[in-house]
């Protein structure tokens, strides 16, 4: 298996450890500022040998699925590459569907697990995990795993404490990516450009998240802490319970039938912290505020407030607001 990391101005994309370390360190990081960026994945502790780039320019997931589909394809005929799998981010969503076409191999989009020739993946309404099996090799995304460290990949050079990695003995080797014409996939057209929204940020993503469960209330409560996030610049949340019933799309479920998260702070305002919760937050600062001291979600909170949620949140938002106005004024 090889991963596939995109790349945008030396930045790999978000969850590039996993499909790096799933496919054994063997990588191409590939796009703008590539050469800098496998130099980060291979300090990462994933070593120089298996890591490899591609400077591609600017992300164009068309003709970058044309020219990276020519260089696997020539590299399959040598027997090199195998299955192939992408990191679940945005750029990884919108390159491994046009890959998979270009090299006319089955795409699993979001797979939890990846090996040569199977995939799980959460169906039934994220009741339960299958195993895919393909009948070859195929291309993949990968969700990012909450709470797990990333070993080294077989060959990582790491110091003598084993937590400080030397660089790698060899830096990454450039892949001589073919010229090709334009082919049968097109690029995206931007039509607009529209102003960020800061709570509806894709959670996967987010340095802020601001979480709501069963405890802050119904639609005024939940309006109201859209509101507070777009002014905390935090992307917004909920719990299962909140997403069952209505109160935000499904999308914004965060757990392990939901988005997994790993924001440098998290709040979870009225949210009990079941396993099933918990398993998809890997949050640098977590603050929970429930009524329950002895709650799960207090007891993993770095600040615990025992307070009513609605009530902190109306505070919140008011002197929030009036800083807005003061700062408008
Ligand atoms: C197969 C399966 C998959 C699941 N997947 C997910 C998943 O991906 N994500 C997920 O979130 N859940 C998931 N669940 C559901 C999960 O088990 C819990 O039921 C859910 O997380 C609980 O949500 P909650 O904390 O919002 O609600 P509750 O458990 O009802 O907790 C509400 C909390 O709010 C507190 N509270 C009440 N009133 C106030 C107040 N006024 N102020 C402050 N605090 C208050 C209470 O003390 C309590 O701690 C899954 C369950 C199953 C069986």
Redesign the pocket.
């Known amino acids: 298996m090889i991963a596939l990391v995109p790349v945008r101005a030396g930045e790999p994309a978000a969850g590039y450890e996993e499909a790096v370390v799933d496919c054994g360190g063997r990588a191409i990081v590939a796009g703008e500022g590539a050469r800098e960026a496998a130099g980060l994945v291979a300090e990462a502790g994933f070593g120089g040998e298996g890591i490899r780039f591609a400077e591609l320019g600017p992300f164009a997931p068309g003709s970058w699925a044309e020219r990276l589909g020519a260089l696997l394809s020539a590299e399959a005929a040598g027997g090199a590459a195998g299955t192939i799998v992408l990191p679940g981010s945005p750029d990884g969503r919108d390159l491994a569907p046009r890959l998979a076409f270009v090299l006319r191999r089955p795409y699993v989009g979001a797979a939890l697990e990846v090996s040569e020739r199977s995939a799980v993946v959460v169906r039934r309404g994220?009741?339960q995990n299958v195993r895919l099996r393909l009948g070859g090799p195929f291309v993949a995304t990968l969700l990012p795993r909450p709470r797990r460290r990333h070993r080294a990949a077989p060959g990582a050079v790491t110091g003598s404490s084993g937590s400080r990695r030397s660089p790698a003995p060899t830096g990454p080797e450039a892949c001589q990516v073919p010229e090709v014409g334009p082919g049968g996939v097109s690029d995206p057209v931007r039509l607009e450009l529209l102003e960020e929204e800061p709570s509806a940020v894709d959670l996967t993503e987010a340095e802020r998240v601001l979480c709501g469960?069963?405890?802050l209330g119904g639609e005024d409560e939940f309006a109201l802490l859209g509101r507070v996030g777009s002014l905390l610049g935090a992307a917004v949340g909920g719990?299962?319970?909140?997403t069952d019933a209505g109160l935000l799309p499904p999308d914004r479920?965060?757990?392990?039938?939901?988005a997994s998260i790993r924001p440098r702070c998290y709040v979870a305002l009225?949210?009990?912290g079941?396993a099933?919760?918990l398993g998809?937050v890997s949050a640098d600062r977590v603050v929970a505020?429930?009524?329950?001291p002895s709650?799960p979600m207090m007891s993993v909170a770095d600040l615990a407030l025992v307070t009513?949620?609605?009530a902190l949140l109306r505070e919140l938002d008011a002197r929030l607001a009036s800083g807005t106005e003061a700062c408008e004024r």
């Open positions: 994220g009741r469960g069963g405890g719990t299962r319970v909140v479920q965060i757990g392990t039938t939901g009225g949210i009990s079941a099933q919760h998809g505020v429930n009524l329950d709650c009513d949620a609605p």
